[in-house]
């Protein structure tokens, strides 16, 4: 086991088994029944959609993906060398987790209908169709990541071009995360304005000419953009681990975490092996079951691994372990915020009755305190990580620690993931079951089976936010490690990095605006995208009354063109601010204000991040709590107030709070990658 | 200008004849006419249920502060010597602030009416009598602050002791601001839903049994509490400035921020006799001028002074003059986002037509972006204060030059307490015009006047959150430097406060965590209050028929006696939060853990103070853009979303919002107060 090159070879066939596992299932659930032609069109309008939408995405991320490829190539060869090599890399990463995120997407598209097809049977066959189709996502991601870190650091040896790699990810992560975010909820709130609201016709009705939008905006956002997310992360936290062992100039440390995402994997196949339900069984509980036997398994693996080699000190099981546990723990306390089972939901539901306004202050004070238990969780995480694997007496091995234990976290993404894509795929296929009219039957095992990709989200959320908390964490010391390495002289240490410093404070200052005004900007851009929509919908309306009647088929592409446009558009100031901004700081305030900025970056966005996602959340829930007929049901005022509610929470839980992770893992990696370029050319060393 | 004691003796004479000016201002605006029987008899209840509220006030105050002194008293006997010399400064501070509050709501509900009648006469009487009125309040916060401190530290030589000074005023602060905050919206959310929207019956509307907590509500949030708010300030900026100086080892130094508190009274008193209106004039550039004239007069006294004084370096002046630019242009820039003449209020009233859930979402986004052009203020006032007196070649004089800017720019407070207490001395005089049936010409001449208030507000509100962001800054520092100086055997520096340090970083993610539990335990309170109250109102409606009828009058005094039970006794939780939990934090993860928390505490807070003053100023100002007949006008879809984002603001702006700068006030006080306790006793160094 003293042998990294072996660890190298062990992570690369993990990952193209991981990659094989998703071509099998991919197979596998197309050769499932279709249905009816009625499905079928049904199916196909919302795959022609998705096709039509990441068109433009990845025509979006051709061009950031080329300024970008140039810059690194020119600004790495003038300042620092091997601008080619960074350069390709950098392309690899966005053309792979591009790779990841479009295989998840035509799977989806496939296993949405086929899943509906099968509730026609039963619910154990509807629900195996629906989590391997969210399992081929779930493997691809994992497997292409691991493959381009393991070949690119076997071929170079060079963590620094892994960082490039993981920043071609993240790349295509902040498009298609936060564009998939706006597309998806531009579409959601227009169609329910127009359709609930003012002609009165149900959800996922196919007289409305937003319904193909929405469906195509559950794939979008919850696959695609999630897919891109979590490979961003899962990449990032490797990256970073391997920068820390880097720079304690020891291989077995830099090589640990890609042998840990072997180690993951096969822990992932093996309890995903174990997701199954019986008829009349719980589908929330078999992903559950899935997701604490994966973390069991590796958790096992990973000590034996640890405890075998004699190269890597014991402390770091203690760190993933914790960290593991953390994760499970904010997942159960996010629960208690979002779930209708606890007082927060149902409160929100009582004051209801006092009208909207009550509705919005209440689940915006929930929302508010609920960050209290996961920060502290990740606090608790981060002070163990360190203080269980080097503490003060040896700083490196103790950050590395924390890096570590986001790996760990991590590492299990493959079940995860699986269990995450499984939620729109179910959401889909409740709406092709609505669109081409199935037996009620069917649209309530669908409905069971939703209602269980909602509940499993609780624990991967909790896991993805305290990995996500951890990750940009290991990032933040990966970047002033860079730092600190390539100021020339020696003349910079941590120590120089006062939290008293003028520059560090205003970089703290400057880094804390970032995530409310990047949220702010996604927000605004769907009420803008939303408001179009709304007119194109009237608009249809209007010209051919035969659209409600039913005899004549809405227009559906326009309706999708216009949600892709407008996301893809109104990304240029976010994405500057996620890449242009940290380099622009970096350059005026100098290192130690970039140091500040990353940091204020990560308080703010992680407590965002909580914050909007969680209210969300909790509206969500509130809404679904009323209409279960409590506190007046449906209809009632305090359902009125629920409503609104709910979609003011639309674009915090599924636009701005996820998109705020994926904002602060690109500033870091940026300002990671370009760490060497600014430690040598900035204002405050030109000015002196 | 070489003898410190005579600074002392002059800032000593300037508060005593800034507090006879008040009890001279007192004496006249007493002397006005009040009116006819009706219109006394609504003054009277105003001014019964504010002195209810006073005595539940007190009492609060007499248990937190008494429980403080006691702790104080023991805690520094044992470690630090002068514990009875601490606790008596500290008992001071409480008292002599609480007086400055006392005094500004006795002479709010006389000037009330009087403004009210004078406004049967003309608008520049009833201007004059509403000005003075909050002259009272302005001189008496500046004037008593400023005796405090100058005896105090003429009869002890020592900083230490002024600080404690500081903590008292900032113990009453935070009860008075944040009580009052809750106490004034759940009276006014209460009264509006049910009078308003259930019965119909318009503002201000003597059945409401509400009407008279509403009116109450005025003077204790906006007077009482905006009076301690600034009494804390302006304290703790100079006794930051002070400890930062006396760290510096030069008298002069330390002096100097009770010479600029004189200097500023003098500027005060010329800038109000300016303030006049003629009969069809302006009263809102009245006020402004004063404001502006104020600055330039202390600006060009200050520089006077400065230059003079051998022993104080120039860029002191720099440091002062930019501060307070920044100030006008912070107050400037909030105006655009939260007034009816630029497209956020505008967008926002326009998105209104879609319904309430995009008035809220609008109103969020805009809020979250209006914090960017304050922070880049306040990050450039930092900036050069530091760079401009001493920057990284003498770093402590640098950090002097924050907290002087923040010294200069608080030292005009007298000026700017008047204009702002004016504010609801004008809005309280409407009430009682229309409760006591006066003409609507009367009615009119009181909404000039109200309206003048609201516009003046935006260059004050600019100035107190510059102000009060720099003050934190210097406090941050001064603890620092506290801790510093307490470690024995010196083994702390500047240099181990880097923030890649994981207990920083925990600090930093606790300390971040406050602002937002702080804020959403104060919205429940106001959302738990106001049920309560509407329940009230409804059973004396339903149990008296005749109160709507207007033949039987309401009970006035069991609405006013929930909202001041609700309002003291929910704030327990957020005392705790301010008070006890910085002393937990600096045992449980030492000083180290501490500055993170205090850091964290003060880039979070600041954040959301401006966001959530500023969303809440712009839903207010959307809602009256369309009651002028805007989108749709009073009774359109518009309107209805507009006064439930108004509402939803409420409680942003007028409780959450400015509680969070005493918030962090508070925090920083404790922290410096304990510093040297906490230096020598916590859990790091017994764990060693």
């Given at each position: 086991m003293g042998n990294t090159t072996g660890w190298l070879i062990f992570s690369?066939?993990?990952?193209?088994?991981?990659?094989?596992?998703?071509?099998?299932?991919?197979?596998?659930v197309t050769k499932q029944d279709d249905g009816t032609d009625r499905s079928r069109e049904v199916a196909r309008w919302i795959h022609e959609g998705s096709q039509a939408?990441?068109?433009?995405?990845?025509?979006?991320?051709i061009i950031v993906a080329a300024i970008m490829a140039v810059f690194l190539w020119i600004v790495y060869s003038i300042e620092h060398g091997r601008g080619i090599e960074t350069a390709i890399c950098y392309i690899i990463?966005?053309?792979?987790?591009?790779?990841?995120?479009?295989?998840?997407?035509?799977?989806?598209?496939?296993?949405?209908?086929?899943?509906?097809v099968a509730a026609q049977t039963n619910l154990n066959k509807s629900f195996n169709v629906a989590f391997r189709g969210g399992a081929v996502m779930g493997f691809a991601v994992v497997g292409i990541a691991t493959i381009g870190m393991s070949i690119i650091y076997m071929i170079t040896e060079d963590a620094q071009l892994v960082l490039a790699y993981s920043l071609g990810a993240s790349s295509f992560a902040l498009l298609a995360k936060a564009g998939g975010g706006i597309y998806t909820k531009t579409a959601d709130i227009a169609a329910d304005l127009v359709g609930k609201v003012e002609v009165g016709i149900p959800e996922d009705d196919p007289r409305n000419p937003a319904v193909v939008a929405d469906n195509v905006g559950d794939n979008v956002g919850d696959v695609a953009g999630m897919g891109g997310d979590i490979f961003d992360s899962y990449v990032a936290a490797s990256v970073a681990a391997m920068l820390l062992g880097a720079?304690?100039?020891?291989?077995?440390?830099?090589?640990?975490?890609?042998l840990l995402c072997g180690l993951g994997i096969v822990a992932s196949i093996i309890g995903s092996y174990f997701v199954k339900v019986e008829e009349g069984g719980k589908p929330s509980r078999a992903l559950n079951l899935g997701t604490i036997l994966t973390c069991a398994v590796f958790a096992v693996l990973m000590a034996i691994a640890i405890l075998l080699i004699p190269n890597i000190a014991n402390g770091y099981i203690w760190a993933i372990v914790v960290g593991t546990a953390v994760g499970v723990v904010i997942g159960q306390t996010t629960e208690f915020f979002t779930s209708d089972e606890f007082s927060p939901v149902k409160l929100t539901a009582e004051y209801s009755k006092s009208g909207p306004a009550v509705t919005i202050i209440a689940g915006i004070s929930y929302g508010l305190v609920s960050i209290v238990p996961?920060?502290?969780?990740?606090?608790?995480?981060?002070?163990?990580?360190?203080?269980?694997?080097?503490?003060?007496?040896?700083?490196?091995?103790?950050?590395?620690?924390?890096?570590?234990?986001?790996?760990?976290?991590?590492?299990?993404?493959?079940?995860?993931?699986?269990?995450d894509a499984y939620g729109p795929i179910v959401d889909n296929a409740r709406g092709i079951a609505e669109m081409s009219s199935m037996d009620q039957e069917v649209i309530d095992r669908c409905d069971v089976l939703d209602s269980a990709g909602n509940t499993a989200k609780a624990i991967t959320k909790g896991f993805s936010i305290a990995a996500a908390a951890l990750t940009v964490l290991a990032l933040f010391a990966a970047f002033i490690s860079e730092i600190s390495v390539a100021m020339k002289g020696g003349s910079f240490s941590i120590s120089d990095l006062s939290i008293v410093d003028p520059l560090i404070l205003a970089g703290l200052f400057i880094g804390g605006i970032c995530p409310p005004l990047f949220s702010a900007l996604l927000m605004l851009s769907v009420t803008q995208g939303a408001f179009k929509m709304i007119e194109e919908i009237r608009a249809q309306f209007r010209a051919e009354p035969g659209i409600l009647e039913?005899?004549?088929?809405?227009?559906?592409?326009?309706?999708?063109?216009?949600?892709?446009q407008g996301a893809l558009t109104s990304l240029i100031w976010p994405a500057i601010i996620a890449i242009v901004l940290p380099l622009v700081v970096g350059f005026v305030l100098g290192p130690t204000g970039l140091t500040g900025f990353l940091g204020g970056a990560i308080i703010v966005g992680v407590i965002f991040a909580l914050f909007m996602s969680n209210s969300g959340g909790l509206w969500?829930?509130?809404?679904?709590?009323?209409?279960?007929?409590?506190?007046?049901?449906?209809?009632?005022?305090?359902?009125?107030?629920?409503?609104?509610?709910?979609?003011?929470?639309d674009p915090f839980k599924d636009t701005a709070g996820p998109s705020i992770n994926t904002l602060i893992t690109v500033m870091s990696l940026v300002a990671s990658t370009f760490a060497p370029i600014i430690a040598n050319f900035n204002l405050p060393m030109l000015l002196k």
């Open positions: 690369l066939i993990c990952g193209l088994g991981s990659l094989g596992l998703g071509f099998y299932l991919f197979y596998w939408y990441l068109k433009k995405l990845y025509t979006a991320l990463g966005a053309i792979c987790s591009a790779a990841a995120g479009y295989m998840g997407m035509e799977i989806a598209v496939r296993a949405n209908v086929r899943s509906a720079a304690m100039r020891n291989p077995f440390y830099t090589t640990l975490p890609l996961s920060i502290v969780g990740i606090v608790v995480a981060m002070v163990v990580a360190f203080f269980a694997t080097g503490g003060y007496t040896d700083f490196d091995a103790g950050i590395y620690g924390v890096g570590i234990a986001s790996v760990g976290m991590l590492a299990v993404s493959g079940m995860i993931v699986s269990a039913g005899t004549v088929k809405p227009d559906y592409n326009r309706c999708i063109g216009l949600a892709a969500d829930n509130a809404k679904k709590y009323i209409e279960t007929g409590e506190c007046g049901g449906k209809g009632s005022e305090a359902h009125k107030a629920g409503v609104i509610g709910d979609t003011v929470g």
